[in-house]
T-cell receptor, first 117, second 109 residues
Framework: DTGVSQDPRHKITKRGQNVTFRCDPI?????LYWYRQTLGQGPEFLTY????????KSRLLSDRFSAERPKGSFSTLEIQRTEQGDSAMYLC???????????????FGPGTRLTVT | KNEVEQSPQNLTAQEGEFITINCSYS?????LHWLQQHPGGGIVSLFM???GKKKHGRLIATINIQEKHSSLHITASHPRDSAVYIC???????????FGTGTRLKVLA
């Protein structure tokens, strides 16, 4: 399967614990996005990477959130000192970089569902 | 007011009906996406538009840049079309995408 993969698919943690999620994009895709989706809502943009560079971060991404893409391939999203409000589906998507004015579609991973108890 | 609004929020149709889902946005965009999300969370990109109209099978998507409006049409709807349909726009000059809250479609046999 050459799609976007995310690990783990489900995570249950206690409030105050740290969690880390991993995203493996489609191999030739140099753009990688993280989103958060709560029940009944559309996804919300968290951050974006082009290769290893984090080019944009949402105000939603508080100090407790950090994302990396060290070698421009897989990415990790860490949440420190989790709170119950962090419970959500965390989605990763990847795409090719724009060329000659053409925007390419995003391919989404299956998501990691986080439950903070 | 959300920057991307969809209507209706919920839609129930009988199999075979023609369905229209609307998306209006208030920001400048470089592209608009229509996405399909099934129970369990998996999201699939249906269309990406920057102008005009696209068709894929029974699905048609249109966009009017001047009116900041897009529609997704499903012809000859089928129960397997039951899903949440989400409109997302890429804002001009950024890499940021803004998503609508989705339209929950249920097609009855």
């Amino acid at each position: 399967d050459t799609g976007v993969s995310q690990d783990p698919r489900h995570k249950i943690t206690k409030r105050g614990q740290n969690v880390t999620f991993r995203c493996d994009p489609i191999s030739e895709h140099n753009r990688l996005y993280w989103y958060r989706q709560t029940l009944g809502q559309g996804p919300e943009f968290l951050t974006y990477f082009q290769n290893e560079a984090q080019l944009e971060k949402s105000r939603l991404l508080s100090d407790r959130f950090s994302a990396e893409r060290p070698k421009g391939s897989f990415s990790t999203l860490e949440i420190q000192r989790t709170e119950q409000g962090d419970s959500a589906m965390y989605l990763c998507a990847s795409s090719l970089r724009e060329r000659e004015g053409r925007t390419y579609e995003q391919y989404f991973g299956p998501g990691t569902r986080l439950t903070v108890t | 007011k959300n920057e991307v609004e969809q209507s209706p929020q919920n839609l129930t149709a009988q199999e075979g009906e023609f369905i229209t889902i609307n998306c209006s946005y208030s920001v400048g965009i470089s592209a608009l996406h229509w996405l399909q999300q099934h129970p369990g969370g998996g999201i699939v990109s249906l269309f990406m538009l920057s102008s005009g109209k696209k068709k894929h099978g029974r699905l048609i998507a249109t966009i009017n840049i001047q009116e900041k409006h897009s529609s997704l049409h499903i012809t000859a709807s089928h129960p397997r079309d039951s899903a949440v349909y989400i409109c997302a726009v890429r804002t001009s000059g950024t890499y940021k995408y803004i998503f609508g809250t989705g339209t929950r479609l249920k097609v009855l046999a």
